[in-house]
């Protein structure tokens, strides 16, 4: 699974699209404090089948357990979750998260650090914007009778 360069600016639909997002994880946001949330659907913004995005996100957890870098997994969605996206979070520096997003081939990422939360296009760094001075601002509980199963993408 060869990286690529995916585009560069991204469009205005789709920027806000991903400035709505939320995240649920079943670890400790105190856990949650400095890294970068990366998708690991979708390559490109492009949608992909169940199964192309299950294999992908099995060998994207491979890479980063190869790595050393510690990360766990989250999902990135709408405030509903009716909508959502197998996605990490990963423990790493600014550098890093470029680096791991350009890799999975992701449009944009979310960074996180003291200074807020922040969306960062992956390859254009310049087009950025802060979301909140929290993470934990974004973390959304699961609806009542929504469940995701992450189980599938380490099978």
Known sequence: MNSHSCSSAIDERTWTLYKNAYFYSACASSKLQKGAIISLWNPCGQPKTRRENIRKARFWKGALQRSKLTFVD????????TYWEHSVFVNCNFA??????????????YYTDKSGLYLI?????????????????????????????????SE
């Open 74 to 81: 989250v999902v990135g969605g709408n405030a509903e979750m």
């Open 96 to 109: 890093q998260a470029v680096l791991w997003s350009t890799r999975i081939q992701q449009l944009a990422f």
């Open 121 to 153: 296009n992956t390859e254009y760094n310049n087009q950025s914007v802060l979301l909140s001075s929290s993470l934990a601002d974004r973390l959304v509980p699961l609806p009542p009778k929504t469940t995701i199963n992450l189980a599938f993408a």
